[in-house]
């Protein structure tokens, strides 16, 4: 299909030789949308660099079976036609291919980061049971190992997405993924800002939660909402739903008929590996339209300006209350964000802009408590209690400004990560 004026995007990602798009390709028919929406995205064909992988040999005894010269040399060849036959059959034959050996993911992730990339563009692929049996889910590792966005093209796209899904959870990775769906959206697109609140009332210690919840959420949707600076030609609706992330988020997407689901991921910088939901994992292998991935390493490159943190301390739990006394007194007033990993809530954020009370620990229930509110008199007043205590550890940057508190408990975790 050759790229017509009408399916380009508004913007585009302003790829150029030194920040090019990748392409990674295995010249089957379920990367063509790879080559289609890669070219598309990136405009001009010297930002684009077209990769494809060629995986090595099975290993036996230590050596790869039948791996001859000719054996090798035949295998590039046959890459190269491949992918060349694509290519013509997409309409994009003056376009040069780099042909690699090894693992896909991880060859095209370290081309990605060494090139300085603006985007890695894959096709979504199939991940059926086999194919993670086999390690063969290539989409998905990629946006694992990726520290730069990935467009992960569904079968048939072949135009800048015109109706987008946004998983908000008003994380930075979110935010960023929000801003870049943007940028490559087409014109006139319509923008769904959607947050899933949690199933239950884990977080909000009064019997109206959910009504408070949506208030809570319904705010902060606006405050994202004013800072994407949508495009005029744009529409935009906020929608908040409740329930399993993964499922309402799918669900909506199948019913506004979306071509394009954008989610931050979780990715494993320092202090993001302390909360690897599977949210994005659940995306990739269940969605029928594209899934673009903005991972938390191409949040700290494009957006904050922060360092990674010098020092993570492991509070002794004899000391916890003390600990975490003092933790309080230091962090008091401090608004942040507080994600819960966890089987039922499958690492949503559940706490956004909230200043924090205090932290405290009680013995005698093997409780922590984490609590948030404006401190005034009347004011509302929220508590996380958290039972099934493991572990406690403090992260600080290297001016020992506490960044973050990660709590440990049963098979979850409980971020809370300073934003102020």
Known sequence: MMIGESASPRVGIRANHASPVIIATDGRSQSDAALIVGRLLAGEADAIRVVTVIKPMPMLGGAQVGATPDLVADRRANARRQVATQMTRTGNQALEVELRDGDPATVVARLAHGAGASMIVCGLGRHRVADRMFGDETALRLIRMSDVPVFAAASGAAQAPRRIVVAVDFAETSLRAARLAIEIAAPAATIYLVHVAPRD????????????????????????????????????????????????????????????????????????????????????????????????????????????????????????????????????????????????????????????????????????????????????????????????????????????????????????????
């Open 201 to 420: 009332s884990a977080l909000y210690d009064w019997k109206s939660w959910s009504t408070a919840y949506e208030q809570d959420a319904g705010n902060a949707l606006r405050k994202t909402h004013e800072q994407l600076r949508i495009p005029a030609d744009m529409t935009t609706q906020r929608v908040l739903l409740q329930g399993d992330p993964t499922t309402e988020l799918l669900a909506f997407a199948t019913n506004v008929n979306a071509d394009l689901i954008a989610t931050g991921s979780h990715g494993y910088g320092f202090v993001a590996r302390f909360l690897v939901g599977s949210v994005t994992t659940r995306l990739v292998r269940c969605a029928t339209c594209s899934v673009l991935t903005v991972p938390h390493a191409a949040v700290m490159t494009h957006v904050r300006t922060s360092v990674e943190p010098s020092e993570a301390s492991a509070l002794t739990q004899e000391n916890w209350a003390n600990q975490l006394a003092e933790f309080s007194r230091r962090n008091e007033g401090r608004r942040g964000t507080l994600e819960v990993d966890d089987p039922e809530l499958d690492g949503q954020a559940q706490l956004f802009d909230y200043p924090l009370l205090g932290a405290a620990y009680d013995p005698h229930d093997e409780r922590v408590e984490l609590m948030f509110g404006s401190g005034t008199a009347g004011g509302r007043h929220l508590t996380r209690e958290i039972g099934g205590v493991t572990s406690i550890m403090v992260l600080r940057d290297e001016m020992q400004r506490d960044l973050a508190i990660r709590i440990a408990h049963g098979a979850g975790l409980t971020l809370l990560t300073f934003t102020s």
